[in-house]
Nanobody, 115 residues
Framework: QVQLVESGGGLVQAGGSLGLSCAAS????????MGWYRQAPGRQRELVASITSGGSTNYEDSVKGRFTITRDNAKNTVYLQMNSLKPEDTGVYYC?????????WGPGTQVTVSS
């Protein structure tokens, strides 16, 4: 059974940094891609960053140059390093893993950026 567990969320002041981790219970090479999504109150869940099994990355425009997604295949973990955080980055951050026939989600971790 696939499980994704996020960690690293918390409260930070604007301009600060946080690092999120998503640990998978299976070999992450089994996924076509993994990504981080966020959902702010009253808003739809949106893609923040993604990384393919080949290492190609994609970022939402507002986080380009501030966030970095990486993966450690040996640890079956995907990371999101978030720098220069802004209040509008506040939300629940979810890890997503994709196979061709199914998508998996973690339970989410709260990130709150105070102004």
């Amino acid at each position: 059974q696939v499980q994704l567990v996020e960690s690293g969320g918390g409260l930070v002041q604007a301009g600060g940094s946080l690092g999120l981790s998503c640990a998978a219970s299976v070999n992450i090479f089994s996924f076509n891609a993994m990504g981080w999504y966020r959902q702010a109150p009253g808003r739809q869940r949106e893609l923040v960053a993604s990384i393919t099994s080949g290492g190609s990355t994609n970022y939402e425009d507002s986080v380009k140059g501030r966030f970095t997604i990486t993966r450690d295949n040996a640890k079956n973990t995907v990371y999101l390093q978030m720098n220069s955080l802004k209040p509008e980055d506040t939300g629940v951050y979810y890890c997503k893993a994709e196979r061709s026939w199914r998508t998996y989600w973690g339970p989410g971790t709260q990130v709150t950026v105070s102004s």
